[in-house]
C-alpha cells in the first residue's frame, strides 16, 4: 500500500497539462519511465524534484524495481476478476501444436523454410512473376501492342525529333520508363507481396524469427530482425522504414547497412533470378557471393559497433489459415504504395537520361565509368546499366536483363554483373530513406562504403573467376 | 558468486562497489570482494559455477517439463521489463516447449520464444 500514497503525492504534486489523467503519468513517473520523466521535467522541474524524492523514498522500502512490484500486484487483481467471470474451456490444440512442431523443429524447420523459399519465391516469384507474367506484358502487350502504338502515334504528331524521343526514343518516358515499371517491376512486385502477405498472415514468421535467432545473433541483430530482412527482399525502400521496429539503435543500423548491401529486392532479385535461370552454377556462385557478404560484413559490424548486445523475446501466435480477403487487400496497398513510389522517379529518370543524352552528358558519364566496368571484365556496354542501377536498382537490373537478351554476356560476366549489382548502391529512394532514417553523416557513409566495397568484391570474384578458369 | 569466507550470496556488481571502496586499483583487476566481509578471492570460471550450481533456470530445464518460476533477476531493467510483457512472474506456470534452436515456452495457451541471455533470468523450479 506504500505504492498507493507514494502514487497519491506524486499524483497531487503534478500540476501541468499532459492531455492524459495525472495518476496515469505519475505512475509512469514512478516506474521512471524515462520519455515521461523528461516530458515532466521541461514543463515543472521544480514538482519533478519533489516527485523524484517520494520515488527515491519508495525505492528505498521496496524489493526490487517498482514496475515489477506492480505487475505482480496487477496480476494478482486480473487473477482474482479472472477467477470470478471466466470459466476456462480448453480447446484440442493438437493438431495446431503437432504442426507447429514441424515449423519449429531445427531440421524440418529448415526443410519447410526450403520448400517455401524454392516454391514461393523462386517458382512462384522468379519463374511464374518474373518469367512468364514480365514476357507477357513486356513481348505481347508492350512489344506488340502499345509500343507500336506509341510510337506511330508520336511520329504522326510531333515533329520535332527531340521532344519525340523523350515520349517514344530509346530511353522514353513511355517506352522505357512506363515499360520497365508496369510490365517488370509490377508482376514481380505483385507476385512477390502475394507470396509475403499469405506466410505473414500464417504466423510463420514469429517461428521464422524463433529459429534464426542464433544466426542473426552472429551478425548483431536478433530473430526480431528476420521480418524486415524477409521484408527487404519485396523493397528495401520499405524495409529500411520496418528496422524502427527493432529496440536499438545499434541493431537498426546493421539492419540498415546489411538491407542496403546484400539484400536484393524482389525486382532486383526476379530480374537476377531470370537472367541466370538457364545457369545452375552461375546462379550458386552469385548467391554464394551474396550471402558470404552478408555474413560476413554483418559479423565485422556486430565487432566493431559499440552498444548493447541484442536480446530476443517473441510471442509465437497460433498458426492460421490465411484468409483470401485480407491477403489480397494487404497485397493491394503495398504494391500500390510501392508502384506510386516507383513510377514517378522512373519516369524522372527516363527525362534525366534523356536530358543527358540532349546534352552529351550521358555519353560523357559512361564514358568515365567504362574504365571502371572494364576492371570487373565488363563490356562496356554495361556501364550503361550500372548509371542506370544509381537510380533505381531495379532500374540497372532490367536493364541488365536487355543486354542479356541481346545475347552479350558470358555466364562469368553475368555472375560478376549480377553480384555487383546486388550490392550496388542502394537506389535514390533507398539513399533518401537512409538519411532521413539514419541521418545524414551515416546514410552517406553507407553509401560510400558501399560503394566501394561492391565495386572491390566484383573485381575479387571477376579475378578469382578468371583465375581458376571457371566457365558457368 | 558466494564468499569463502563469510558465506554470503553477492552480486558481482555490488562487489565492484565494495572494490571501488576498498582499494584504488579496483579497475582491471581479476579478484572479487565480498561486500560483506570485505575478503577478497579470485572468481570462479564459467563452466565450473554452471557445473555445481543447482538447475534452476528455464534455460536449464529439459524440454517437456512443466515448471512453476521462482524467482526473476531484477537487475536489468530492460531484461525485466521484457520478461514482465510476456507474464512471466514469480508463481507463473510454465510449460518448456522446446530449447534448439529457441527456447519456446508455453503460458496458459500462450507460446512466447526468448534467447538464452533472458531465460537464464527466468529462475524456476519443476512441478512434482
Redesign the interface.
Known amino acids: 500500500m506504500r505504492f498507493d500514497s507514494a502514487l497519491g503525492s506524486a499524483e497531487g504534486l503534478l500540476k501541468g497539462e499532459y492531455g492524459a489523467p495525472r495518476r496515469f503519468i505519475a505512475s509512469l513517473l514512478i516506474q521512471e519511465d524515462p520519455e515521461i520523466t523528461d516530458l515532466v521535467r521541461r514543463q515543472e522541474p521544480g514538482n519533478l524534484a519533489e516527485i523524484e524524492k517520494i520515488i527515491r523514498e519508495l525505492k528505498n522500502h521496496s524489493e526490487g524495481p517498482v514496475e515489477y512490484q506492480q505487475a505482480i500486484r496487477r496480476r494478482g487483481q486480473a487473477a482474482r476478476i479472472a477467477a470470478g467471470a471466466v470459466l476456462p474451456n480448453r480447446v484440442d490444440e493438437n493438431f495446431g501444436h503437432r504442426f507447429d512442431f514441424i515449423l519449429m523443429n531445427p531440421l524440418s524447420g529448415g526443410l519447410v523454410l526450403a520448400l517455401i523459399l524454392y516454391f514461393g519465391i523462386y517458382q512462384f516469384v522468379g519463374v511464374l512473376g518474373a518469367g512468364v507474367a514480365v514476357d507477357f506484358l513486356e513481348d505481347t502487350v508492350f512489344g506488340k501492342i502499345l509500343n507500336p502504338r506509341m510510337v506511330g502515334f508520336f511520329a504522326k504528331t510531333v515533329p520535332w525529333a527531340p521532344l519525340r524521343d523523350l515520349f517514344t526514343g530509346e530511353y522514353g518516358v513511355l517506352t522505357l520508363g512506363l515499360r520497365y515499371a508496369v510490365s517488370l517491376i509490377l508482376p514481380i512486385v505483385t507476385f512477390f507481396f502475394l507470396v509475403f502477405s499469405v506466410i505473414e498472415d500464417t504466423g510463420y514468421l514469429p517461428r521464422l524469427a524463433m529459429l534464426l535467432d542464433r544466426i542473426f545473433k552472429r551478425i548483431g541483430l536478433s530473430g526480431r530482425a528476420v521480418i524486415p530482412m524477409v521484408l527487404g527482399f519485396g523493397c528495401a525502400t520499405m524495409a529500411t522504414l520496418v528496422t524502427r521496429t527493432l529496440p536499438t539503435r545499434r541493431e537498426r543500423l546493421i539492419a540498415t547497412l546489411l538491407l542496403s548491401l546484400a539484400v536484393p529486392c524482389s525486382a532486383q532479385l526476379g530480374v537476377i533470378l531470370a537472367i541466370l535461370a538457364g545457369r545452375p552454377k552461375a546462379m550458386m556462385v552469385w548467391a554464394g557471393v551474396v550471402g558470404f557478404v552478408f555474413l560476413a560484413v554483418g559479423s565485422l559490424a556486430a565487432r566493431i559497433l559499440p552498444g548493447q548486445k541484442p536480446s530476443f523475446y517473441m510471442e509465437l501466435p497460433p498458426l492460421r489459415l490465411p484468409q483470401l480477403g485480407n491477403v489480397l487487400i494487404k497485397t493491394y496497398s503495398r504494391v500500390r504504395w510501392y508502384f506510386l513510389e516507383v513510377l514517378p522517379l522512373f519516369l524522372l529518370v527516363s527525362v534525366l537520361i534523356w536530358a543527358g543524352q540532349l546534352t552529351g552528358l550521358f555519353d560523357r558519364v559512361i564514358g568515365a565509368l567504362r574504365a571502371p566496368v572494364a576492371w570487373i571484365g565488363l563490356p562496356s556496354e554495361a556501364a550503361k546499366v550500372f548509371l542506370f542501377g544509381f537510380f533505381r536498382r531495379d532500374y540497372g537490373a532490367a536493364g541488365l536483363y536487355d543486354l542479356e537478351k541481346a545475347g552479350a554476356l558470358d555466364g562469368r560476366q553475368l555472375v560478376v554483373a549480377c553480384v555487383a549489382l546486388t550490392l550496388f548502391l542502394p537506389c535514390v529512394a533507398q539513399f533518401l530513406i537512409n538519411i532521413k532514417e539514419r541521418g545524414w553523416k551515416t546514410g552517406i557513409a553507407i553509401s560510400l562504403f558501399i560503394l566501394c566495397f561492391a565495386f572491390g568484391t566484383a573485381v575479387l570474384v571477376n579475378a578469382g573467376l578468371t583465375g581458376l578458369g571457371v566457365s558457368l | 558468486m558466494r564468499c569463502p569466507m563469510c558465506g554470503l550470496e553477492y552480486d558481482l556488481k555490488k562487489a565492484e562497489a565494495a572494490c571501488e571502496a576498498a582499494c584504488p586499483l579496483w579497475k582491471k583487476c581479476d579478484l572479487v570482494r565480498c561486500p560483506n566481509c570485505f575478503y577478497e578471492t579470485v572468481l570462479e570460471p564459467a563452466w565450473f559455477r554452471r557445473l555445481f550450481a543447482p538447475p534452476c533456470s528455464l534455460a536449464d530445464l529439459p524440454p517437456g517439463r512443466q515448471a512453476q518460476v521462482s524467482r ?1 533477476e ?1 537487475d536489468d ?11 512471466v ?2 508463481e507463473t506456470k510454465i510449460l518448456l ?2 530449447k ?3 527456447i ?1 515456452f508455453e503460458i496458459g ?7 538464452e ?2 531465460a537464464r533470468r527466468i529462475h524456476v523450479r519443476e512441478n512434482p
Do not use: C, N, Y
Not at chain 2, 531493467?77 to 510483457?85: C, E, Q, Y
Not at chain 2, 495457451?109 to 534467447?115: E, K, M, N, P
Open positions: 526473476i531484477t531493467r530492460d531484461a525485466l521489463r521484457k520478461i514482465i510483457a510476456m507474464g512472474l514469480p516447449v522446446q534448439f534452436p529457441g519456446v495457451s500462450a507460446r512466447f520464444s526468448v534467447d541471455e533472458l
